[in-house]
């Protein structure tokens, strides 16, 4: 096929045999047990020109199909057995970033000593093509693009206080009673988002304006404000999970589900992805497993 498919392109068996590095009558015998297996003529020969034959036409374009699928096989079994190297750029929001998906980009480096990984974090909505990343992690709805996206496991979040701060001002019981409580804003890409806390139990929906005398826009600055015991905050379950194991904060309004956003990790849609990509992306999607 592969000498079928370059006879064709090459207008000749001579200029086929050249780019082959092939006999002449070497091509030749190929195309002819092709034809004898088919039992029918792909290339009208004469002595002064060939052409394929409309049999031959159709049966080109499906030899390219099958070459190129070959070859991506061939190439899906050099990178498994491949071992990964160069540079990966890989780009996250802050917050998950630093605090989630650092300590496995920690991981791969050493599972792969030959690849040098550079993690930016950032908020903003990064290119993930003009800017050279081969891999992003997205958090909420994507818009439609041509970019490669595999579901990872929603980003949750979680209301939370430390006890000093309930001890002084008392726990809420209902999300309306926030309004009466110190709230540490975030202070986002959406103010009015961020100002209002929205909560779901089962049917019911309650969103409630929050205000504070601090407002910053790093989770990790709240989270240590929080716990100073200067307020209230809603965070990444993630980050929040072991300050609240170890009681250093408590969960409020369990009962209640604050709101949680779809989680992707994208990359540029490629045939044939390298292998440090490949590993980099098992391993995230092995990490943060979307249930169901």
Partial sequence: MAVFVKVAEAGSFAAAAAALGLSQQMVGKHVAALEARLSARLINRTTRRQSLTELGRAYC????????????????????????????????????????????VV??????????????????????????????????????????ARPLAPYRLVVAAAPAYLARRGEPEHPRDLAGHDCIVFIGSSEARSRTWIFTQGD?????????????????????AVEAGSGIMM??????????????????????????????????PDRRPTAKLKRFVEMVMAEFPRRG
């Fill in 204 to 224: 019911e929906q309650a969103a409630v304006p929050v205000a504070g005398r601090l407002r910053m826009n790093d989770s990790r600055a709240i989270l240590w």
């Fill in 107 to 148: 991981r791969y480096a050493a599972r792969h000593p030959a690849v040098e990984v550079d993690l930016v974090l950032s908020d903003r909505k990064v290119d993930l093509i003009e800017e050279g990343f081969e891999a992003v992690i997205r958090i909420g709805t994507l818009q439609d693009s041509s970019l490669i």
């Fill in 235 to 268: 965070g990444p379950e993630e980050l929040l999970a072991p300050l609240m194991a170890d009681g250093r904060l408590r969960r409020l309004l369990p009962d209640w589900q604050a709101p949680s956003w779809p989680m992707h990790i994208l990359t540029a």
């Fill in 61 to 104: 374009e499906q030899c390219r199909i099958v070459l190129a699928e070959a070859a991506a096989a061939d190439a899906l079994a050099e990178d498994i057995a491949a071992e990964p190297r160069g540079r990966l750029r890989v780009n996250a929001p802050v917050t998950f970033g630093s605090a989630r998906l650092a300590p496995v």
